[in-house]
């Protein structure tokens, strides 16, 4: 297909073509299908019987107990910026005695 100009390269790494223009000599009828879990995701593509292609990926399952860690020590980045600064309530315009 390269060679006689139906085809282009369209990445090396993984080589994949691209056609030039649409065809009906080479179409292939293919089966995908995708299973969406909560901690798998399973993927695959079947034609006549046979997989073309099978894959698996799993999820990340520790992002929440990351993200409440990560809140926790902003919150104490903040707190350890203002040691010596008198308290919030304590420091109001309208509070204060003229």
Known sequence: ???QGKAKVKNRIPFTIKMVEDTTEFI???IGGMDTGSKNI???ATANGKVLYQSEV???TDISKKMQQRAMYRRTRRGRKCR???ARWANRASLRKT
Do not use: E, F, V
Request: glycine share 6%; proline share 13%; aromatic share 6%.
């Open 1 to 3: 297909l390269l060679k």
């Open 28 to 30: 292939q009828p293919i």
């Open 42 to 44: 399973g993927c695959a």
């Open 58 to 60: 799993k999820l990340r």
């Open 84 to 86: 010596y600064r008198p």
